[in-house]
């Protein structure tokens, strides 16, 4: 059964860690992550390990508009991500993307 979903966006936060610094990133991610899903206008957010690079993480965060996922990352909650910019190996890249329609479908 093919299921449609009308417009949303997709936030996608890329950003490689220190091999030292891991498991602080990571914790600040987490705290990161559980205000951005009660937000207005969020829905889910997943991280995701580089499968080639244990070292590189991305944060897809599924929005209703452009504008609330802005919002987030500009608000208080997104802080403690900005203050560990310093631990991490070059600049974190924030992707927005517009999706029209998502079409899901069972794998047999």
């Known amino acids: 059964m093919d299921l449609e979903a009308q417009g949303m966006v997709l936030a996608r936060l890329s950003f490689r860690v220190q091999p030292h ?3 602080e990133i990571l914790s600040v ?6 205000p951005m899903r009660a937000t207005q206008g969020s829905g889910r ?3 995701y390990s580089d499968c ?3 070292l590189v ?4 965060s599924e929005w209703r508009t452009a504008e609330d996922a802005r919002a987030f990352v500009s608000s208080k909650d997104f802080k403690p991500f900005r203050a560990i910019l310093m631990l991490m190996r ?12 998502r079409v899901r479908r069972a794998v047999s």
């Open 21 to 23: 610094k891991r498991p």
């Open 57 to 60: 993480f991305t944060v897809i």
């Open 90 to 101: 070059g600049q974190p890249v924030l992707e927005i993307d517009d999706v029209l329609v």
């Open 45 to 47: 957010a997943h991280l």
């Open 29 to 34: 991610v987490d705290d990161t992550v559980a």
């Open 52 to 54: 080639d690079d244990p």
